[in-house]
């Protein structure tokens, strides 16, 4: 068994070359989204992908690089293709997200009460818990470090593979996750300056090699081709590129 992994974009919040860091994961039949930024519609448009192919959507944290184009998902989805599919949400982000994110351009209409619930199926997540999205595909979120005061999430897929989300250096977490047996690590990497918010390349580069050699890095900058062959035995996902990563049969 596998699970197929196609990058929408692969770059940091103000990248140009390179599209928002978001992800399609597909597993036993199943598609799920994992964040939907600005540059996100025009990605997949790029991609040739109906937004009707998600069935699923899961969002690690806030900020427009990874919730932007969601009002243009969540319009599309109810309008032109009648799909209400199912977001799965840590549990105190859900208000927030309606609230202060997407209220103010999908209540539209002066009699209309437009919710969440109208567009999407609603699962709360809990950290720590597993969720079994769908038959042989589940998913557990981990906290992260990233704005001060923040909430962000960091996902497990199928025990087996690692999505950090935005996330400062923390080797706790990711020394945690390799020591549960996470075969790939997929993690922001910020090229250059001081990792204020995100991990950079250079705190990446200290961890032990048997850690760096199942790590993907993602979230970088338009100057990426630049460190090729700079980043040790980690290896960078490329946009719009589908990865196949195999999965033991003991992890499903």
Known sequence: MSMDIRMIGTGQAFAKKYFNNNALVTCNGYTLLIDFGITAPLAMY???VPLDAIDGVFVTHLHADHI????????RLKFNYNKKPTLFIEEHLIAPFWDYSLR?????????????????HIVPL????????????????LP?????????????????????????FDPELIRTVHERGCLYLLHDCQLE????VHATLAELLTLPEEIQQKIWLMHYGDNMENYIGKTGPMTFMIQHKTYSFPIPASAT
């Open 144 to 168: 992260t470090r990233h704005f001060l005061d923040m909430p962000s999430y960091s996902v497990i897929l199928n025990d087996q593979l690692f999505y950090s989300g935005d996330t400062v």
């Open 104 to 120: 103010g351009g999908l209540e539209f209409g002066a009699d209309s009460r437009q919710s969440l619930e109208d567009f999407f």
């Open 46 to 48: 790029h991609m040739n």
């Open 68 to 75: 932007g184009g969601f009002e243009e998902l969540m319009l």
């Open 193 to 196: 300056g001081h990792g204020l």
């Open 126 to 141: 809990s950290v720590g818990v597993p969720k079994e999205i769908h038959s042989g595909f589940r998913l557990e979120i």
